[in-house]
């Protein structure tokens, strides 16, 4: 299997935007990504202090929702199976996580650094998902996406992406510890040869920590 590479980026909505902004600082810019060892990927944004103990929320101190997102470039298309929690803020209530395959145009609306959730998921397939805990703190996420791309946000609990029957808004916090995903690369076998099983899925590791999996789907 030819391999498939990722990078990881923050972004958060706490910006004011140049015009018609409803007070809430929906501009969506970049953010700091930050490894929390032990545990997975966070994210600080421009509102909150530095610190070890950052997560992926929907949590402001200035009052404001402010929604923290992680957003996975991949050298190819692929699609998105599952997400990995290495902390999850159960004891606050439910978790819910939401997630968008994201186009071209809305990955060049999300790096322009001038426009809302809103505008940049407006062409894309996006749906929220509920976690499942596991043990402790960590949990699960099994996604149900049929589109493949090679851009991917992953982040707390918005509702502009989709809704969770009986989900709880802003109490949203988590770190990823790994994916799993599919290679939607399709190759067809040369005449006469035999095409072996399905493999193991492919361990990666990214960077600090990121556990990534990968399925390569066969004719």
């Not at 929320?57 to 402010?66: C, F, P």
Request: no cysteine; charged share 20%.
């Amino acid at each position: 299997m030819n391999d498939v590479n990722v990078s990881v980026s923050g972004w958060a909505d706490s910006e004011r935007l140049a015009v018609g902004d409803s007070g809430d600082y929906d501009r969506v810019i970049g953010a700091n990504l930050q490894y929390v060892d032990s545990y997975g990927w966070a994210v600080r944004n421009s509102w909150e202090d530095t610190g070890s103990h950052q997560t992926i929320d929907s949590y402001s101190v200035d009052g404001y929702k402010d929604y923290d997102f992680i957003l996975l470039s991949f050298s190819e298309e692929v699609q998105l199976d599952s997400l990995n929690f290495g902390w999850a803020s159960f004891g606050k209530g439910s978790q819910e996580v939401s997630v968008s395959a994201l186009s071209d145009n809305g990955f060049n609306k999300l790096t322009s650094a001038n426009s809302t959730w809103s505008n940049i998921i407006s062409d894309a397939v996006s749906s929220s998902f509920s976690i499942q805990r596991l043990s402790d703190n960590r949990g699960i996420s099994t996604l149900d996406f049929t589109s493949s791309a090679k851009y991917w946000l992953v982040g707390a609990y918005n509702t502009i992406f989709g809704t969770v029957a009986n989900g709880s808004g802003h109490n949203d916090a988590f770190k990823i510890a790994g994916l799993e995903f599919s290679n939607t690369t399709v190759n067809t076998p040369p005449p006469n040869t035999q095409v072996s099983e399905p493999g193991a899925l492919a361990l990666m590791s990214l960077g600090l920590g990121l556990v990534l999996y990968r399925r390569k789907r066969r004719v």
